[in-house]
């Protein structure tokens, strides 16, 4: 069966891009004979490729690629008649619009199936407080994306809802690729034990919580030295700004280290020297308490312990993960402190829990036994 994995993204070297590519990999895995659509920018203009093939290209202005997406929807239809897709995928960036509405309806009467991926559910709470023109494209987006979803056959979701928009969900896991993550290897320092949190750093991450944490735990000598490493975020990033302020009220600044983003063998050495690793712990500010992260898998696949806030059922009688509750409290760094001294934690036994199922192989061969329940006669 061939498919097409429909994103409008520029893919680099982030986390997200790895995540696309590691599915339409698992996709291939799973009997699809699949190509990916992705942007690239080139000397000033943005060109729109599926598979190797550039298809339709626009200048690199807001007002060229707003006008651009009609022509380009009707340059994918085009592409689409052109061959014989069996199933599209589609990871959904809040685009929804009346051109996509449109799109999406010409995409039914070709009888091609489709699922719509939506990453994050619910995500109105992640847009906090935004310009005139961003509150009416918000309005917009509402307003037509259950219009929309009436033209996709089912909603893949990481969240526990069954409907979504009106429409039947497929309920998959966040997965990862085992062969691109490498294990931490054990390293000691007695008296010390250090954190890592890796994340792009949004408030939703409540990594403030974790600082405040620290600022009750220092507020006394203590035995044990606890260090936070976070890991991405720029000096353009509003929540990284807040934080590195607060550190500086709080003189933690010998406690917490800003690394910047990191990838490859220099994330791998960060990991190596870590003992325990931060999740998302401020979903409730979006008023989300249950989800799946990508990043707890990708915790469990190097093999160290964590700390979440939110229900995430894969992990949730796993003594590699430290609960906390899902509010505005201090983290309590004595019970970190605990968690650690009294676990005993493997690495080869943590990936080793999740490596049969937490693979995009299994969570896209769910996809297609749903899409396709022929497929399993």
């Known amino acids: 069966m061939k498919a097409l994995f429909l994103t409008f993204f520029q893919l680099s070297n982030d986390g997200i891009s790895k995540k696309i590519l590691s599915q339409r990999d698992g996709l291939i895995r799973s009997g699809f004979d699949t190509d990916l659509s992705f942007e690239k920018k080139d000397g000033g203009r943005t060109y729109f490729s599926i598979g190797d093939k550039t298809i339709y290209s626009w200048k690199n202005k807001s007002l060229c690629r707003i006008m651009a997406r009609p022509a380009l929807y009707n340059r994918i239809i085009k592409h689409l008649k052109s061959g014989t897709t069996d199933f599209i995928y589609i990871r959904y960036t809040h685009f929804a619009t009346p051109s996509a509405v449109r799109f999406f309806k010409k995409i039914n009467r070709l009888k091609i199936k489709t699922a719509l991926e939506i990453p994050t559910y619910p995500y109105d709470g992640e847009y906090g407080s935004n310009s005139g023109k961003s509150r009416l494209m918000i309005q917009l987006e509402r307003w037509c994306r259950k219009r929309m979803a009436r033209f996709t056959d089912k909603i893949v979701t990481f969240s526990d809802d069954e409907i979504i928009w009106n429409r039947p969900t497929i309920r998959i896991s966040n997965a990862v690729d085992f062969n ?81 983003f990191k990838t490859g063998n220099e994330l791998d050495a960060l990991f190596d020297q870590s003992d325990v690793a931060i999740g998302s712990l401020g979903r409730h500010r979006n008023g989300i308490f249950s989800m799946k992260p990508l990043k707890n898998r990708e915790y469990a696949a190097r093999g160290i312990p964590f700390i979440d806030s939110v229900t995430d059922a894969d992990f949730e009688n796993q003594p590699y993960l430290l609960k906390i509750p899902a509010d505005e409290s201090p983290v309590n760094i004595q019970t970190v402190v605990r968690f650690f001294e009294n676990g ?18 299994v969570q896209m061969k769910i996809v297609k036994d749903e899409m396709f329940p022929e497929s399993l006669q």
């Open 180 to 260: 691109e993550i490498q294990i931490k290897k054990t390293t000691s320092h007695p008296g010390t034990i250090s954190l890592i949190a890796v994340a792009s750093i949004e408030k939703w991450h409540g990594f403030d919580r974790i600082i405040e944490g620290l600022r009750e735990y220092y507020q006394a000598s203590q035995p044990v030295e606890v260090i936070l490493n976070i890991v991405g975020g720029s000096d353009q990033n509003t929540t990284l700004r807040e934080l590195k302020r607060l550190i500086e009220t709080y003189h933690l600044e010998k406690y917490v280290v800003f690394h910047g």
């Open 344 to 361: 005993i934690f493997n690495p080869a036994e943590i990936r080793q829990s999740v490596t049969g199922f937490l693979s995009w192989e």
